[in-house]
Structure formats: C-alpha cells, structure tokens
C-alpha cells in the first residue's frame, strides 16, 4: 500500500518561516499570520509531495532544500511583508507606534536620537534585548526601562554595535595616508602647524589610533613641526573606557604587521597595549552626533560605520 503523500516544500517552508520570525517583535507573529504567510509562500513556490514510505526520504529532503530555498527564502520576505501590513485581524498593539514610543523614551531619559538610524536594524538589535530579558512587547519593554534603569546600559550595548579593528579595510588606509600627505603640504604652505583629526564614533579606539601610527609612519620627524590633535569621540561609555586603555587581544590587529607590533605595542599579559607616545596623541571624549555639539576646525573627519 502506499505511504502518506507529504509536500516537503511544506515543510521546509515552515521551518524557514519560524526562523525568519524569532526575532520578528515588530509584527504580530501570531498563529492566524503565521498560516497566512505559510500559505503565501505556498503559493509562490511549486509543490514536492513525496510518500512517506519512499526510500532515501532524507535525500530527498536534503537535495529540495538545495533546490528550492533561494525561492521559499524570497517568497518568505515577501509573505512576511504583505501578510504583516495587513492583518487579518485587530492588533492590539500598534507596534510601529510604541516602536517610535520607545525611541521617544530613551531620547527622553538618555538624551540619544535613534530616529536616524536604520530602523530595521534597530527593530533586531532591540529584538535581542527584547528575547534576553523574556518580554514579548514593546509595551512591557517600555515598563522593564522605566523600573530598571540598568536595562539601558545592557540596551546601549547592543545598539551601539561597536565592532572594529586597527586599520579596518586596509586600501581605505592608502587613501588615508594621501590625503594626510595633501593637507600636511598645504598646511606647510600656508606656515600653519596645526592638525586636528576627529574619529567620530570612535568605538574602542581602533580607528583614532590607526590615524596616530599613520601619521607616524608617513612623517615620521616631521610631525615635529606641527601640533597634531586628533580626537576619538562615540557614546559608549565602556568602549571609550577601553580606548582610554588602548589594550587589545591579537584579533583586532590582523592588518597590523609585525615590525609595527613591535614598534608601537608593548606586549603585556597575553595582550597588546598600545604605547604611551601614541595614546598620548589621542583625546578619547563622550559626544553624541545626533546632538548639536560638534568639533570645530576640523582637517578630518572619519565616521565610518556609525549610522549602521
Ligand atoms: C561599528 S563602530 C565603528 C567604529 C569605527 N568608526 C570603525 O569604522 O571601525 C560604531 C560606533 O559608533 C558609535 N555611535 C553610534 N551612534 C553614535 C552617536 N550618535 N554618536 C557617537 N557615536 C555613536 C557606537 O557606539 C560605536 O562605537
């Protein structure tokens, strides 16, 4: 006799959909939407049934997902937006607007704007605190911030995502060192000695001290000559407190090569400190770009990857 007929795109299609919505605190999740978008990509993506007696059925499984999970991934995104725009059904909660309600709140207590940051990324950065602390809603997040002001230095550390290393993305460095040869021959021109150099959202100071070494290793001497002020401002506390340390383990130094490991690190506890006479060069500094301070009179400014 035979076996049962199954659709394994069915299947495949349900994992991938409870995957893509983990995180999904922003729509409602629910069992009706989550049919409805099942059902949407059901109906984008042709069916495979199989019997469930047929032999090798984990090959089969296997070989589909290859097959087909490019088109249940694309159909996923598309079903996810359609369905969640309209539901079929009442939200409780409009979750767009008590989004926006909470970034009113940290802006309120916290003085920082997030309304001019990628606001899907955002939604997933809150999603983990969201999953972390057990809360279900916006709402009830809102309430956690307000009885637990704690909440915000754990929430600020995932937000500000302050991922870096020492000369990340090599060739921009290049371009770097051209630039500074320019304004350092411009500023002789003109008999003006200084330099200021601002990285703006700073991290744990990778980048500002990037600038120090380069501008070592490209003038050397030279640097003498003219009084160089370079500032690495960000609102992480913790991280300006790391950079104000200037210790890292070897992970953050894998563009940097040996002869300059050895000429501006001290090797110490399993670490790598940076020495005295570059972070001498650096002002580290809480300033938030979304408020109306800024540094004046800068040569350049670096703000890369902050408004991620
Ligand atoms: C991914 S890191 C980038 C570090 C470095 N600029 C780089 O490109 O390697 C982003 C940093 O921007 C900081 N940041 C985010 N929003 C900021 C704001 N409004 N003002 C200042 N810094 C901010 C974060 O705290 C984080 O340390």
């Not at 059925?57 to 694309?74: K, M, P």
Request: hydrophobic fraction near 35%; charged fraction near 30%.
């Amino acid at each position: 006799m035979a076996g049962k007929l199954r659709n394994i795109i069915e299947d495949l299609a349900r994992d991938y959909l409870n995957s893509a919505l983990t995180l999904r605190y922003d729509i409602c999740t629910c069992p009706i939407c989550r049919n409805d978008m099942l059902a949407f990509v059901l109906s984008r993506v042709p069916a495979k049934y199989v019997t469930t007696e047929q032999g090798a059925l984990h090959t089969i499984i296997q070989q589909s997902r290859v097959e087909h999970q490019a088109a249940i991934a694309r159909a996923i995104i598309e079903a996810i937006d359609t369905i969640s725009k309209k539901p079929r059904h009442e939200l409780k909660e409009d979750k767009s607007k008590i989004f926006h309600l909470l970034l009113d709140k940290i802006k309120e207590d916290r003085g920082l704007d997030f309304s001019h940051y990628h606001q899907e990324l955002l939604k997933r950065r809150v999603a983990i605190r969201l999953r972390s602390t057990g809360i279900s809603t916006y709402s009830d997040y809102l309430r956690t911030l307000m009885n637990d002001p704690s909440e915000y230095d754990r929430l600020f550390e995932t937000l500000c995502i302050n991922v870096s290393e020492f000369f990340r993305d090599p060739e921009v460095w290049h371009k770097v060192a051209g630039v500074l040869k320019k304004i350092i021959q411009e500023k002789k021109e003109e008999h003006n000695p200084f330099i200021c150099i601002w990285s703006a959202g700073c991290a744990d100071g990778e980048e500002p001290y990037s600038i120090a070494i380069l501008l070592k290793e490209t003038f050397g001497d030279l640097l003498a000559d003219f009084r160089v002020e370079i500032y690495g401002t960000d609102v992480d506390d913790k991280s300006l407190k790391t950079a104000q340390k200037g210790a890292y383990t070897k992970q953050f130094l894998k563009n940097v090569d040996k002869t300059l490991l050895a000429k501006y690190f001290d090797y110490e506890d399993g670490g790598y400190c940076v020495k005295k006479e570059i972070r001498q060069m650096i002002n580290f500094g809480y300033l938030d770009l979304t408020g109306p301070e800024h540094k004046q009179n800068v040569d350049i400014v670096f703000c890369r990857n902050v408004f991620i």
